[in-house]
């Protein structure tokens, strides 16, 4: 059984696979060999084979960490980042994790303390899913498929899921589209032993700054910081390159990537034929300039083939339609190497998105008016004022005026939202909002926002996207999307020391006239153009609004109306239709929505017995 539904994430590692077995547990893996190709096959153990570990990510700071441990007497026998886990453990226990600088997700057996010990990195990059059977038994792997492929799984779908889809696009950690089913959330672990109870517990978390950094400090060690986490990212025995999408962030990786190797830099991009969509010219200006072997691709319409393909890869519903694009750059850059560095973090790190400067907007609104007169106000312009899709986002008075009768945490829900609170009301059936009792996935920034280690306002929402956004979107699509076309990506701006460093940039510094991003830009300002630096943010998501007027038209009728979606209880029909029909006559843009109901459709499908 566990041979077989190892083999079901074989993309993970097509090079070698491994066991374990003993009375009390089984251990399997799939290898994509990137450091030590001959001595790196797991389950590896310790010098006496009572500890076994399987793993899946990098650490990237082995080599300091193995010459420490073979100080304090730990006998090596490979070459591995893999080996100084076991010796970690024996050496230090749980607080082993305080020492490891990587992305990783693994799962350690003890078998002198008959200890089972789980861990996921800091930000969650390495995903980790778990469940007991009504047997007792604890199930974990890197894909839900895994798990889902067990015939003591219980599939049973949560009831809360789909409010929390259609407001994130994903499904937030600690929970997954089933009942039964988890996510350890990023920066926890768990220990179990024979009879104990599961209990992650959390081992990082992202501190109150210390102190801030002054402009001068942050302009001198921004540049140095960042060469660092790409330096350390640039150790393969494997080939190696980057995306260039042209925008900042993989612009400088790119750039100080060319800076640490002599050889030039294998690049490459993806856009699309509509050239309000397309930023490979701009890939292509850094390629010319840092003389890399690039190589670009573009997407048009009949590349919608993969969407089913898609649904497949993250086994729940999953939104965010950057994620066929991401398939296919990681498909391009798989023709050439193993490994690809990314520039995944850059905004979340240094407040580059619209919406953050919007949410400070609001929040100075907010704290000249008293609650008693912002909320009936504006709540009131809220619902008279029509809706603009069509117009620019900073046009659109309608959201404003919502999100400013809210307080700091809803307003920022509401504009997170793939649909929003009232809509979400409108669309779904009132048998499912009864099942609801009032519950919304606002709840799960809340419970966020408690915990956040500060005040400032930008801050706030940046620690509510590490908890939400980064693991949940971000680090999910590019995980699934890399994985399956069996790829590595690291991202060096999610260095977790450059992000606690990071965070004691002042805000202000962050964003400052309307700029986001601001300091990062200045200190780039020496290796990249200004054409690339100041430009307006184009992103990386597809022309959905037109295809599903023409091309996808077809394809939303069939499956968005299937009567899988029909008679799901989750829905009004005649909502479902409405919004297909005001959307392909061009009376209103519901492209967003329509699209995370197109994956949603392709899971209930994927549900049938």
Not at 29 to 43: F, M, T
Not at 415 to 430: G, H, P, V
Not at 470 to 475: A, K, N, R, V, Y
Request: charged share 20%.
């Amino acid at each position: 059984m566990l041979q077989h539904i190892n083999r079901l994430q074989r993309h993970r590692g097509p090079d070698d696979e491994g066991y374990y077995f003993d009375e009390w547990v089984g251990l399997a893996h799939r290898r994509l060999s990137i450091i030590d190709l001959s001595g790196g096959h797991q389950p590896l153990f310790n010098e006496d084979h009572t500890i076994a570990v399987v793993f899946n990510g990098e650490i990237y700071n082995f080599n300091a960490l193995a010459s420490e441990l073979k100080q304090l007497g730990h006998q090596f026998r490979t070459l591995s980042d893999t080996e100084v886990i076991v010796h970690a453990w024996e050496q230090w226990g749980t607080d082993c994790l305080s020492r490891f600088r990587g992305m990783f997700a693994f799962a350690l057996w003890d078998k002198n303390t008959h200890t089972l010990f789980l861990a996921r990195d800091r930000l969650g990059k390495k995903p980790l899913f778990y469940t007991v059977t009504p047997k007792g038994q604890l199930l974990f792997a890197s894909e839900m498929k895994v798990l889902l492929a067990h015939p003591d799984t219980d599939c049973t779908l949560r009831t809360e899921m789909a409010e929390e889809y259609f407001m994130f696009g994903y499904i937030p950690d600690p929970f997954t589209a089933y009942r039964n089913i988890f996510k350890l959330p990023a920066g926890h672990a768990l220990t179990l032993q024979p009879g104990s109870q599961i209990s992650p517990f959390q081992y990082w978390d992202l501190a109150a700054p210390a102190s801030e950094l002054t402009w001068h400090q942050t302009q001198e060690s921004l540049i140095e910081q960042l060469r660092e986490a790409v330096r350390i990212r640039m150790v393969s025995d494997v080939p190696l390159g980057a995306f260039l999408s042209g925008g900042v962030d993989s612009s400088a990786v790119v750039a100080l990537m060319s800076e640490l190797q002599s050889n030039p830099i294998n690049t490459c991009a993806i856009g699309f034929n509509e050239a309000r969509f397309d930023e490979t010219r701009y890939a292509r200006q850094i390629a010319d300039r840092y003389r890399t072997t690039h190589q670009a691709q573009q997407i048009s319409a009949q590349d919608v083939s993969l969407i089913e393909v898609l649904g497949r890869l993250y086994d729940e519903p999953f939104a965010d339609d950057s994620a066929l694009p991401t398939f296919l750059v990681c498909q391009l850059a798989r023709k050439r190497v193993t490994v690809a560095l990314s520039g995944d973090g850059g905004d979340e790190v240094f407040a580059g998105y619209r919406r953050y400067r919007f949410h400070l907007a609001e929040q100075k609104v907010r704290g000249m008016l008293p609650s008693s007169i912002r909320q009936p106000v504006f709540g009131f312009l809220g619902q008279v004022y029509p809706k603009a899709d069509w117009a620019p986002q900073r046009f659109r008075a309608k959201t404003t005026f919502q999100s400013l009768a809210l307080d700091a945490v809803d307003a920022y829900a509401n504009t997170l939202s793939k649909i929003r609170y009232q809509d979400r009301q409108s669309l779904f059936s009132s048998g499912y909002r009864h099942k609801l009792s009032g519950y919304t996935g606002h709840e799960i920034l809340r419970q966020h926002a408690l915990n956040a280690p500060t005040d400032d306002p930008l801050k706030q929402v940046q620690y509510l996207d590490f908890k939400t956004w980064l693991p949940g979107d971000i680090l999910t699509k590019v995980d699934r999307a890399s994985m399956a076309n069996s790829l590595e990506v690291r991202a060096p701006l999610l260095d977790h020391q450059l992000l606690e460093w990071a965070f004691r940039i002042p805000s202000k510094d962050n964003i400052r006239k309307q700029e986001g991003k601001y300091s990062f830009k200045k200190a780039l300002e020496s290796y990249l153009p200004e054409d690339i630096l100041y430009r307006p943010k184009m992103g990386f998501s597809m022309p959905l609004a037109h295809w599903f007027r023409h091309q996808l038209q077809p394809m939303l009728h069939e499956q968005v109306l299937s009567p899988v979606m029909l008679d799901s209880g989750f829905f009004v029909p005649e909502q479902l239709k409405k919004m297909i029909t005001e959307h392909t006559s061009s009376q209103r843009d519901h492209g967003v929505a329509l699209w995370s109901l197109l994956m949603f459709a392709q899971f209930l499908g994927r549900q049938a017995p």
